[in-house]
């Protein structure tokens, strides 16, 4: 939680936190600030000392609305920044950092950088101020020991708001089953009022349309993948592919908050019509093992226990894992999980069991997600619901959702 932020930077010996970016579709930005319009800032916080938003002039009420104790860049003028570089645009530009790191009383130390903003420019920035403030040093964390480690729980804000956009999700998937049960099969094709197939692209359509008059964003797709495409956990589907019956349908849809807020993430596999043996017979697997490991979550243990836990059931149904072998692309190739919050894939790691920060706590918001793939036989089978650990250390599913893989058809 937010709480943690001063804990883990003294834990990890830093001086303090840069955050660079717009508020709006950059996790850590939104984090602090709440989003809002506001397309370039930076947020400092120091050890000890409050966050500092810099902000453009134009801009300053938007920053105003965070609360946050502000500072506006026009207090450095960008002519006279651009006259004392001789008109070089890259010594001016660090020429406002120095000034505003200098007003911050922050010219040594240790500064750990996150945020998102062109790399090159980036990149060239801060050598530049390295060059003007030698005392300052420039780290990535690389560890997720301190901004991520501190939104890997959430409070009960956050948790609400996770809960909203999973109530979102399911009106879209209820929407989507709806839609596509209803239409008219010919040649084991789902076809449109025109006669022509009903294809992937349609339904993306129709999902994005959904979600934006609910109120959400896709920034990332949607995975809607049929057949052999199915077999392939992050193929996003060929929009050009129609709906046939029998076919494993994996449908993962993961959208934020307006913004880039909060994420919910869901998976379903469907086969229209009818199932075949083969088909189901590897979903009542992955169904089995889902299951158990829902069963046996437990609080204050590494989240890569469950990883090791869905391997050894899958291995012992006969299936190759990733654990056994890391190149897989058939059988169980992904972690059965991951965090989820303001970034779609976040703390706890499900794949990282030396890790001890990866437990599950109160607070901790993740995904189970087992799944099997072959592709050469154009089969794929994922099941995924998001979970989230009570302040009494129960866990509790946010959504509940049919489980089901056939989808009848309404009309023949």
Same mark, same amino acid.
């Given at each position: 939680?937010?709480?943690?932020?001063?804990?883990?930077?003294?834990?990890?010996?830093?001086?303090?936190?840069?955050?660079?970016?717009?508020?709006?579709?950059?996790?850590?930005?939104?984090?602090?600030?709440?989003?809002?319009?506001?397309?370039?800032?930076?947020?400092?916080?120091?050890?000890?000392?409050?966050?500092?938003?810099?902000?453009?002039?134009?801009?300053?009420?938007?920053?105003?609305?965070?609360?946050?104790?502000?500072?506006?860049?026009?207090?450095?003028?960008?002519?006279?920044?651009?006259?004392?570089?001789?008109?070089?645009?890259?010594?001016?530009?660090?020429?406002?950092?120095?000034?505003?790191?200098?007003?911050?009383?922050?010219?040594?130390?240790?500064? *750990?950088?996150?945020?998102?903003? $062109?790399? %090159?420019?980036? &990149? /060239?920035?801060? +050598?530049?101020?390295?060059? @003007?403030?030698? !005392?300052?040093?420039?780290?990535?964390?690389?560890?997720?020991?301190?901004?991520?480690?501190?939104?890997?729980?959430?409070?009960?804000?956050?948790?609400?708001?996770?809960?909203?956009?999973?109530?979102?999700?399911?009106?879209?998937?209820?929407?989507?089953?709806?839609?596509?049960?209803?239409?008219?099969?010919?040649?084991?094709?789902?076809?449109?009022?025109?006669?022509?197939?009903?294809?992937?692209?349609?339904?993306?359509?129709?999902?994005?349309?959904?979600?934006?008059?609910?109120?959400?964003?896709?920034?990332?797709?949607? *995975?809607?993948?049929?057949?052999? $495409?199915? %077999?392939?956990? &992050? /193929?996003?589907? +060929?929009?050009?592919?129609? @709906?046939?019956? !029998?076919?494993?349908?994996?449908?993962?849809?993961?959208?934020?908050?307006?913004?880039?807020?909060?994420?919910?993430?869901?998976?379903?596999?469907?086969?229209?019509?009818?199932?075949?043996?083969?088909?189901?017979?590897?979903?009542?697997?992955?169904?089995?093992?889902?299951?158990?490991?829902?069963?046996?979550?437990?609080?204050?243990?590494?989240?890569?226990?469950?990883?090791?836990?869905?391997?050894?059931?899958?291995?012992?149904?006969?299936?190759?894992?990733?654990?056994?072998?890391?190149?897989?692309?058939?059988?169980?190739?992904?972690?059965?999980?991951?965090?989820?919050?303001?970034?779609? &894939?976040?703390?706890?790691?499900?794949?990282?069991?030396?890790?001890?920060?990866?437990?599950?706590?109160?607070?901790?918001?993740?995904?189970?997600?087992?799944?099997?793939?072959?592709?050469?036989?154009?089969?794929?089978?994922?099941?995924?619901?998001?979970?989230?650990?009570?302040?009494?250390?129960?866990?509790?599913?946010?959504?509940?959702?049919?489980?089901?893989?056939?989808?009848?058809?309404?009309?023949?």
């Amino acid at each position: 939680m937010k709480t943690d932020l001063q804990k883990n930077l003294t834990q990890n010996h830093a001086d303090a936190l840069w955050i660079t970016g717009p508020a709006q579709h950059n996790p850590f930005m939104m984090y602090l600030t709440g989003g809002g319009h506001i397309t370039m800032a930076d947020v400092i916080i120091q050890t000890g000392q409050e966050p500092v938003l810099c902000h453009a002039p134009m801009e300053r009420d938007e920053a105003a609305k965070t609360g946050l104790k502000t500072l506006n860049y026009s207090k450095y003028p960008i002519k006279e920044r651009l006259a004392a570089a001789n008109g070089d645009r890259l010594t001016a530009h660090a020429l406002l950092y120095k000034s505003i790191f200098e007003e911050l009383g922050l010219t040594s130390g240790k500064v *750990i950088l996150c945020g998102q903003s $062109d790399v %090159g420019k980036m &990149h /060239s920035t801060v +050598n530049k101020i390295q060059e @003007l403030l030698p !005392g300052l040093s420039f780290h990535g964390d690389h560890e997720d020991a301190i901004l991520l480690q501190a939104m890997s729980t959430k409070d009960t804000d956050e948790i609400e708001r996770i809960r909203k956009m999973g109530a979102v999700v399911v009106e879209v998937v209820s929407r989507v089953a709806d839609f596509l049960t209803s239409h008219r099969v010919a040649d084991n094709l789902l076809m449109k009022e025109d006669g022509v197939p009903l294809v992937i692209g349609d339904v993306k359509a129709r999902i994005n349309l959904w979600l934006a008059e609910l109120g959400a964003e896709n920034p990332n797709d949607t *995975i809607f993948a049929i057949g052999r $495409d199915a %077999g392939v956990p &992050h /193929s996003s589907g +060929n929009a050009t592919d129609p @709906l046939t019956l !029998g076919q494993t349908i994996v449908f993962d849809i993961f959208p934020c908050e307006q913004g880039g807020g909060y994420f919910y993430d869901f998976t379903r596999t469907w086969c229209l019509g009818y199932a075949p043996d083969e088909a189901q017979a590897l979903y009542d697997q992955v169904k089995s093992v889902y299951q158990q490991v829902t069963s046996e979550l437990e609080i204050d243990v590494n989240a890569a226990h469950f990883q090791e836990l869905t391997c050894d059931l899958f291995e012992a149904m006969g299936h190759k894992t990733i654990r056994q072998d890391p190149t897989a692309e058939s059988g169980y190739v992904h972690s059965v999980g991951h965090g989820l919050g303001l970034h779609i &894939h976040e703390k706890p790691w499900f794949s990282q069991k030396d890790d001890p920060t990866n437990i599950l706590a109160p607070g901790s918001v993740f995904t189970i997600e087992p799944g099997l793939y072959y592709p050469e036989k154009g089969l794929g089978v994922r099941l995924e619901d998001s979970y989230y650990v009570t302040s009494a250390g129960t866990f509790e599913k946010f959504i509940d959702y049919p489980m089901e893989l056939c989808l009848p058809m309404k009309r023949k």
